[in-house]
């Protein structure tokens, strides 16, 4: 402890938190920013999207209407926003490329990063 002469004040300190959470998917590294309007804007389109295809499912269910195929397409869609929202533009194409187009990967991938942004939440909040 180093000791302050008489007389001498204490000066406070400041730093930003680092609101940025570093993932590693399909071998790359990416970053989100919680502290973005981008993010927050994204996860929230996510949830609208996730609704609206629960919604619709449970309809084809109830009353066999709609095109389950077209559906998952569309979620699949709102999933691409998410992931360029969150991890920034292109990191979609950059983690599915070459792969068919497959509703339980972007499940997987979509509950990993809710994840982390909850971890992050936590963390921050």
């Known amino acids: 402890l180093q000791q302050r002469k008489k007389g001498e004040s204490k000066m406070s300190k400041f730093e930003f938190r680092n609101t940025e959470t570093s993932l590693d998917i399909e071998g790359k590294s990416f970053s989100i920013d919680m502290g973005l309007p981008e993010t927050i804007k994204s996860f929230d389109g996510l949830k609208e999207a ?14 066999g209407k709609g095109d389950i195929e077209k559906m998952a397409l569309t979620w699949c869609e709102a999933a691409k926003k998410a992931v360029n929202g ?3 533009e292109g990191s979609y194409e950059q983690i599915f490329a070459g792969r068919t187009v497959n509703l339980i990967h972007h499940l ?5 990063i809710v994840s982390e942004i909850n971890q992050s939440e936590k963390r921050l909040y």
């Open 108 to 112: 997987d991938l979509l509950s990993y």
């Open 86 to 88: 969150f991890l920034g």
């Open 50 to 63: 996730t609704m609206k295809l629960l919604d619709d499912i449970k309809e084809f269910q109830e009353k």
